[in-house]
């Protein structure tokens, strides 16, 4: 059983900067997809950023782009998500969610129903 726990959300205003970390543990196959996704009240959950683990590949949405980075410290099995220039509409409970043991030729994706093992989540607030 994969368990997921993030940590590092909180309250920042416009401009500031935060990383989240997201601790994995139960999986014993380096094929996985990590990903990070957020919802905002009365919004979809929408993806933010993936990661592949195995070969660090990574992918992010347009809305975050050259702004969210995602990684990973393969050794403390945990994956980052460093969200710089923040705005008040990145506002949202932000969540990792995991896929394991994916085929080699799998492509890592952004939606949610893909994946079948979350955290509890992380709130983030960004004040104008």
Excluded: H
């Excluded at 997201?22 to 929408?46: L, M, V």
């Excluded at 592949?52 to 099995?77: L, M």
């Excluded at 085929?103 to 607030?125: D, E, H, I, K, R």
């Amino acid at each position: 059983q994969v368990q997921l726990v993030e940590s590092g959300g909180g309250s920042v205003q416009a401009g500031g900067s935060l990383r989240l970390s997201c601790a994995a543990s139960g999986y014993n196959n380096r094929r996985n997809c990590i990903a990070w996704f957020r919802q905002a009240p009365g919004k979809e959950r929408e993806g933010v950023a993936v990661i592949r683990t195995s070969s660090g590949y990574t992918y992010s949405a347009d809305s975050v782009k050259g702004r969210f980075t995602i990684s990973q410290d393969k050794a403390k099995s945990t994956v980052y998500l460093q969200m710089n220039s923040l705005k008040p509409e990145d506002t949202g409970m932000y969540s990792c969610a995991a896929l394991a043991n994916v085929a080699s030729s799998y492509v890592c994706s952004l939606s949610p129903a893909a994946y079948n093992f979350w955290g509890q989540g992380t709130q983030v607030t960004v004040s104008s």
